[in-house]
């Protein structure tokens, strides 16, 4: 175990969630740490979230396993994913007899609500933020969603 690890490291997943769940809690918009050469920024909001450590070299296994993804990442080339800013549970329509915000095919503006996320008891619509064709939902109805999850594919050519 390193040093880092052991002094209680910034980027532990459970440490992040804890600071998410505080944020959430005194309402904050935006956390920012650093510890050592290391530094986490977290913004909620539909914002994007920056983490920076410094990363060692990666060996030449690693190279050859990032071959397929290169392949995936061509096939969603120009794609945007809509993220989740919190913690919580997706829910895909504001009841359980209420028709989905979004299906796959829907056209969409910035504005309009791709879902649900209940964290704490709050219901908090998210927007798409971006213009589009849906093309992927990428998560079931009901299922509890992390941080930065996606949540959405959408094309913004079609």
């Not at 060692?56 to 061509?74: H, I, L, N, S």
């Not at 998210?126 to 064709?133: L, R």
Request: with cysteine; aromatic share 4%; charged share 25%.
């Amino acid at each position: 175990m390193c040093a880092a690890q052991q002094s209680g490291d910034v980027f532990d997943p459970k440490k992040v969630r804890r600071l998410i769940e505080l944020m959430q809690e005194h309402d904050l918009s935006e956390l920012d740490l650093e510890q050592g050469d290391s530094r986490v920024r977290i913004r909620r909001g539909g914002q994007v979230v920056t983490v920076a450590q410094p990363v060692a070299a990666a060996p030449r296994a690693a190279a050859a396993e990032a071959a397929p993804a290169a392949a995936k990442a061509d096939a969603d080339a120009g794609m945007v994913v809509i993220k989740s800013p919190m913690v919580g549970t997706f829910y895909r329509a504001s009841g359980p007899d209420a028709s989905p915000f979004i299906k796959v095919g829907d056209r969409i503006g910035p504005e309009k609500t791709v879902c649900i996320i209940e964290a704490m008891k709050v219901f908090n619509e998210i927007p798409a933020g971006v213009s589009g064709q849906v093309v992927a939902i990428l998560v079931e109805n009901g299922a509890p969603i992390e941080f930065g999850q996606p949540l959405v594919k959408v094309d913004p050519a079609g």
